[in-house]
């Protein structure tokens, strides 16, 4: 859900997961209670949900050989 927007953030430059987080509140506020994440325990609190979602995606893109984290820090690759 979040992989592009991980990926167009970042082309921006490194940044760290709550920044990618605040964007990903800002650019898609409904997903913060419409989408349920099926790997988490559900909650109420979207925001959780959110979250958990936006770190899969960047794992998965770490995976993928796409993104690179150092010191906390996403970057590009």
Known sequence: MFKQLI???LSEGPKRTQE???LA???QPRDCTDTPCPHG???SNGDKELMHE???NQHQ???E???ALRSGIWYAV
């Open 65 to 67: 050989g796409r993104i």
């Open 7 to 9: 990926l167009d953030a």
């Open 25 to 27: 509140r800002q650019r």
């Open 61 to 63: 893109l770490k995976r």
């Open 20 to 22: 990618q987080y605040e």
């Open 41 to 43: 325990e559900r909650v």
């Open 54 to 56: 936006l770190r899969r």
